[in-house]
């Protein structure tokens, strides 16, 4: 069986000189797990964190690893690709994602997150909050939308701040935050997240994000 699809890259693992594992988000297929060929000079570079592709998959009957071919980008993400900040967070973001989807996805969340990689990539100025209003809205693409009431057990000190970037996606990514109240702020969220997919998640590239955005 082969299936034309669109794919969100999340992570990659690379085998031997010639094979990668790629780890990827479709809308009909959720999260899924694809070996492909790649030459010992490079051929990675489609497969950047967050990068939007089309593809082919091919079902695999021996293997839960299905293979991909005919793939291509389907957005250049050049707002993105071309700024140390935007691409800082595309790894959070994917990261996020890689440890909280499983399987089969949520009606919907491979169109939202598609949707929230374009805003990133289109946004010119005052994205520095993204990645905390990012995390708000996906606790609701993944089905359990928060309120201040119950993120309150988590957010300390910061919860009037969490409200603001709760409010209208403008407004919320001006509410003014140092770069240690962001970090604080996403750890809470995390914290939050954790406890509703009972998992913890150690999500290793807030600590570069949080340098960047000190």
Known sequence: MTISTPLIVLNTTKVGDSSLVV????PSLGRRSYIIGVGKKGGQALFQPLNILNAEAVENPKSDLW????IS???PLSGIRANMYKNSMTLFMAEVLFRTVRGDAEPGLYEWCERSILTLDALQSDFANYHLRWLLELCGALGFTPSPEDLAPFAGEHLRDIQGLMGPFEESLLVPLSGQSRSEIADCLLQYLSAHLETRLNIRSLGVLSELYR
């Not at 780890?23 to 479709?26: C, E, P, R, V």
């Not at 293979?67 to 005919?70: C, M, N, T, V, Y």
């Open 73 to 75: 980008s389907a957005q």
């Open 23 to 26: 780890h990827a988000l479709s």
């Open 67 to 70: 293979r991909l071919k005919g």
